[in-house]
């Protein structure tokens, strides 16, 4: 809820197509912080409660989807060697589906806007993901 309110205080600013709706961000920040959560007892690290613009879990990035067949998601502003890992968020339940460094991701095939908002984005499927078992310390 901090992070919303942070949000909606005029802190930061919706990015990426985003409705500037207060109800549907405070719905997105709660995923994002259960799937931040979510990594940090997976890699039993600390859970810096959701800082907003910095490291996710650890110096990891996390994105989050409630969709079973949903893709990661990777914008032009993601630092590229930073790594981002994938929750499927069916609350109580999380699956860490698989990471990828954001620059692997950059790639052409991936880039669309599937939604026809104006902002595209690199929607990487999850067969492109490396094994959790395989995540960078």
Known sequence: IQRQNESWEGRYTPRFGQKDNYEQGLNNHKKGA???AAVC????????????RGDDAGIYQVR????????????PVDDDKKP??????RTPDFDL?????AKEG???EFWTDPNNSGHSAWF?????????????K
């Open 41 to 52: 007892k997976f890699l039993g690290i600390p859970y810096s409660k959701g800082v907003l």
């Open 124 to 136: 990487i499927p999850q067969n492109e993901l490396h094994e959790m078992d395989s995540l960078p």
């Open 97 to 101: 589906v698989g990471w990828i460094y």
């Open 64 to 75: 989050g989807t409630t969709y079973l067949n949903g893709r990661l998601i990777i914008y």
């Open 106 to 108: 950059k790639r052409e």
């Open 34 to 36: 259960r799937c931040e």
């Open 84 to 89: 981002f890992i994938m929750v499927i968020d």
